[in-house]
């Protein structure tokens, strides 16, 4: 009788026997097309608008402000970056916000401001 062919018991582990039942993992994608996109988003490293008027800004260390392109929209993204083999690297921290949405950002900062008593 074939081994999947057992009745099933609460010790049976047959069902996960080794690599010899598993599909073989894809294969990955070269990383050209990533680290060419990532190398033009980050040849100008932080600065003010008056460096690039079209950024990156620098708020603090590795956290900016770009503008970025998203399925064909443009989105302001506020991200926490880190450094990997000399490049600068978006990290998870961070926010892409519609232009839209960020319009309304700029609509709300007084009251944020007043809220924080300056």
């Known amino acids: 009788m074939p081994k999947n062919k057992k009745t099933s018991s609460s010790s049976d582990s047959d069902s996960d026997s080794g690599p010899e039942d598993r599909n073989a993992p894809p294969a990955k994608k070269s ?40 399925k064909g929209r443009k989105m302001v993204d506020i991200r926490e970056f880190y450094e990997k083999n000399g490049e600068i690297l978006p990290g998870k921290k961070g926010i892409s916000l519609h232009i839209h949405q960020w319009k309304k950002l700029l609509e709300l900062a007084p009251e944020v401001n007043k809220a924080l008593g300056e």
């Open 31 to 70: 990383k050209a097309g990533k680290e060419k996109g990532a190398n033009e988003s980050t040849s100008s490293r932080g600065g003010t608008a008056t460096d690039n008027p079209k950024g990156p800004w620098t708020i603090e260390k590795l956290r900016q402000v770009r503008i970025n392109e998203f």
